[in-house]
């Protein structure tokens, strides 16, 4: 019998800028001859994995020489070292893969169990010498990696590896599951990526959101974050746009059952503060959710939309007249008749000052005004009811009301 997989973890992908590169002696690729050992915390328990390598933003062949999964040490975000012997990875039964350009491979399943809530260690070796010629990572990871030269995927440590908060290529593990089970995907900006968590503290508010969820015994959801900082609705900037993405990201997804979109704050920011770019730039964002909404919609995943946060009192993005300011409240205002989306969370109203609405309330304000601090996120994660997660998706042509 064919088996169901779904994720457990996933993470959005950009091309790798200069910067986001491990450090490396000499010419050539960061990664060549290397071994990289990552952790993902895992939101679905299963008897098996299989891990999806991504190329998305290669522009040649992505060598990978042999890979392995094992328990880290303390099942700990950011752990060096791994507590027993890693368990080889192999796809289509060789050790080593090599993944085209602008694809992604998925491994054999490996007959290593893990708990919902756990971390697991991901090592990958790369051929020496290569290039594809454009990395994919995942900037935001919150988590430190380790970079070591050499194959070094059997060892328990790796002494002397470079530490490095970033995710490389690795783009998704799976767990097989029954029917009962689904993923909700949090498609988001920096607010979703955790600016201002606690690096190796596994405290976004999608951590926060599983923890909530595995109190009260829901063991079969999984909780997948699909933030990247800086990223917008409508335009590439920092990665590509959440429409750009919204295939990849969302929709190629195992056992996706439900969406919860919390983008647009960089869009109203990122525009010029004139009221004529302000009402535009409203407008376009507005369209741009319901075309979330309308494809999502057509692979019977239910839309939850989210109020757009304040950001009153940041540097760049408060602008002196309030236009964008009116433009956020537009949008909310918007979103509040429930003609958008299937769901609405009015996060707005959860975590804003109450004496200065266009401002975050100090207890959560990680400091610029913009992000939210570890205590933000948890609360943020509180603000979301568990039964809304459950919401069943609309069809493409009818207008659901949910919204407070």
């Known amino acids: 019998m064919t088996e169901r997989w779904i994720h457990t973890w996933a993470a959005a992908q950009q091309r790798a800028q200069p910067a986001d590169l491990p450090p490396v002696d000499g010419p050539g690729w960061a990664l060549a001859g290397a ?25 040649a062949p992505l060598p990978v020489v042999r890979a392995s999964v094992a328990a880290p040490e303390g099942g700990r975000a950011g752990a060096r070292a791994v507590d027993s012997d890693p368990v080889p990875v192999t796809f289509g039964g060789r050790p080593g893969t090599e993944v085209p350009p602008g694809a992604l491979v ?48 059997d060892e328990l440590d790796l002494p002397g590896a470079a530490p490095i908060e970033h995710w ?20 988001g900006d920096s607010l979703t990526d955790g600016r201002g968590s606690t690096t190796d503290g596994a405290d976004r508010w999608s951590d926060r ?19 990247i900082g800086g990223n917008r609705v409508l335009g590439d900037g920092v990665g590509p746009s959440a429409l750009a993405r919204l295939d990849r990201d969302v929709l190629a997804l195992g056992g996706v059952r439900t969406l919860v979109v ?19 730039a409203a407008a376009d964002l507005l369209a741009g959710y319901e075309q979330i909404a309308l494809r999502c919609r057509a692979r019977g995943i239910a839309v939850i ?85 459950a919401v069943r998706a609309a069809s493409d042509d009818v207008v659901t009301n949910h919204a407070p």
Do not use: K, M
């Not at 491994?107 to 010629?133: I, K, M, Q, R, W």
């Not at 490389?168 to 498609?187: H, N, Q």
């Not at 969820?213 to 997948?224: F, H, I």
């Open 35 to 59: 071994t990289l050992r990552q952790t993902v915390r895992c939101s679905l328990g299963g008897p098996r994995v299989r891990l999806r390598v991504s190329n998305a933003f290669g522009d």
């Open 106 to 153: 998925v491994s054999d399943p490996v007959e290593v169990p893990v708990a919902a809530g756990a971390h697991l260690s991901a090592t990958l070796a790369f051929a020496a010498g290569a290039d594809p010629g454009g990395t994919t990572t995942h900037p935001g990871s919150r988590t430190t990696s380790h970079v070591v030269p050499g194959d070094r995927v």
């Open 305 to 389: 939309g989210a109020t757009l946060l304040p950001f009153g009192g940041h540097d760049g993005y408060d602008d002196p007249g309030g236009l964008r300011e009116g433009s956020r409240q537009e949008v909310n205002a918007q979103l509040r008749t429930g003609r958008v989306f299937d769901a609405l969370v009015d996060l707005d109203d959860a975590l804003r000052d109450p004496d200065h609405p266009s401002w975050l309330r100090a207890d959560v304000d990680g400091g610029d005004h913009l992000h939210l601090s570890p205590a933000g996120y948890a609360e943020l994660a509180g603000a979301v009811p568990l039964d809304l997660l």
């Open 168 to 187: 490389y290529v690795l783009t998704g593990v799976e767990v097989p599951a029954g029917e009962d089970a689904g993923a909700v995907v949090l498609l």
């Open 209 to 227: 959101l599983l923890e909530r969820l595995l109190a009260v015994g829901a063991t079969g959801t999984a909780v997948l974050n699909q933030g």
């Open 262 to 280: 919390l983008e647009g704050v960089n869009d109203l920011g990122t525009t010029a503060g004139t009221p004529d770019a302000q009402r535009g």
